[in-house]
């Protein structure tokens, strides 16, 4: 699996960047999904806090996968125009750091609404975005999230499908969460996925480390490397306990959260074989 890239999503296991590049190397990945850090969140920091983020980076030999940002993390009926400013943010933050992609959701829509009642106006947005972002060289990542407009595979497809431009973060929970077939969202999906979000669920709807749950990641993760796809980014966002009761009652919750961080790592590198 030499080929295979490990990233992690460390605004999930500390605010210090600090922290995050220390567990990051303790388990031997290649680099970071960026976040937030203790400069706050990645879209909203300021170029002199980018200048710093940039210098840590560097001096750790760590690659950046890509922002994860709370871009489309709001109700599409809410104030897009504050989302615009920022995106202008985070694609200068861009050029700082040397970031090629931004990851971003497909705004929440109101309940008990049809979501296709919304699709001209997502994808409208999400156009406007697009154009931005281009006009920077960075590629938009659209990842599934089940409670906003592209929460299914059909719904991602027609923002897919409406700017060659973009990829997909493909997140197998989230297709759970949304009640999706995760192999067949796969198969719509695969020719446009630049990254798997590495992240597993029960069937009680807890989260646990890649394998032990019902996500399909095994598959998932076999089919895509057999596509050509390398790089993985693992969601560290296990359970961690609040007591010894709870560690009896739930085998995937972790003492700290570093322990929890190196299970869903340790999790993942099982599936492809790698060893620390």
Known sequence: MSSVKLFAFGGELRTELSDQIEAVKRNNLNGIELGGTEFGPISDISFVA?????????????????????????????????????????????????????????????????????????????????????????????????????????????????????????????????????????????????????????????????GCGIAHIRDLTRKFIERGGRNFSIDPGLTVRRSNKQSEQDRFAYKNSDTAFDAACGGFKSIIGIRN
Not at 178 to 203: F, G, Q, T
């Open 50 to 210: 980018a200048c710093l983020i940039r210098k840590k980076l560097n001096d750790s030999g760590l690659e950046v996968l890509a922002l994860g940002t709370s871009i489309g993390r709001i109700g599409i009926k809410d104030d897009f125009e504050a989302q615009i400013e920022k995106l202008k943010n985070t694609l200068e933050v861009c050029k700082v750091l040397g970031a090629e992609k931004v990851r971003i959701s497909s705004f929440f829509i109101p309940g008990f609404e049809k979501p296709e009642d919304y699709k001209n106006l997502v994808i409208d947005r999400i156009g406007r975005m697009n154009e931005l972002a281009g006009a920077h060289g960075v590629t938009l990542c659209l990842e599934n999230r089940s409670s906003c407009y592209g929460g299914i595979a059909e719904r991602c497809h027609d923002i897919l499908s409406a700017f060659p431009e973009m990829v997909g973060v493909f997140n197998p929970t989230e297709f759970v969460k949304a009640e999706e077939d995760v192999m067949a969202a796969w198969d719509k999906l695969r020719s446009r996925i630049a990254y798997i979000h590495v992240s597993d669920i029960s069937e009680d709807g807890k989260p646990v480390p890649a």
